[in-house]
């Protein structure tokens, strides 16, 4: 949405297309594009979240075409399943590395081995 059509139209026409987007897509995102971001751009930015708080609209401003095109690049990426799955295995390895280096984990390890020899 450029952020003078936010002004220039009638709100309520508005909020029935953003609406309209939301029934058909569970995850929105709502490009709020202005080249300055002032009081009246916040302000409209704040009057859409007010009247769609609780959904999964996200808002992000942005200043140009070349940072909205970049910006929907980055979301269609990262939401793919492909991309998605990746992201997780890498959060899991990053995980598992952190585990086994961790001093508890080694002392968990040397008393579980110590136990063994016991029995």
């Not at 971001?37 to 916040?42: F, M």
């Not at 070349?66 to 939401?79: D, Q, R, S, W, Y």
Request: hydrophobic share 45%.
């Amino acid at each position: 949405v450029d952020a003078q059509g936010l002004f220039f139209t009638e709100r309520e026409v508005l909020f029935e297309r953003i609406k309209k987007f939301m029934t058909i897509h569970r995850n929105g995102f709502l490009l709020l594009s202005a080249a300055r971001h002032g009081p009246k751009e916040w302000d409209g930015m704040f009057r859409v979240q007010q009247r769609f708080l609780g959904t999964n609209l996200r808002i992000i401003p942005v200043h140009n075409t070349a940072e909205a095109i970049k910006l929907m690049l980055t979301i269609a990426k990262t939401t793919s399943k492909p991309h998605l799955d990746n992201i997780r295995y890498r959060m899991l390895m990053a995980k598992t590395q952190i585990v086994e280096q961790s001093c508890v984990w080694k002392m968990l390890h040397q008393s579980q081995l110590a136990c063994s020899f016991v029995n």
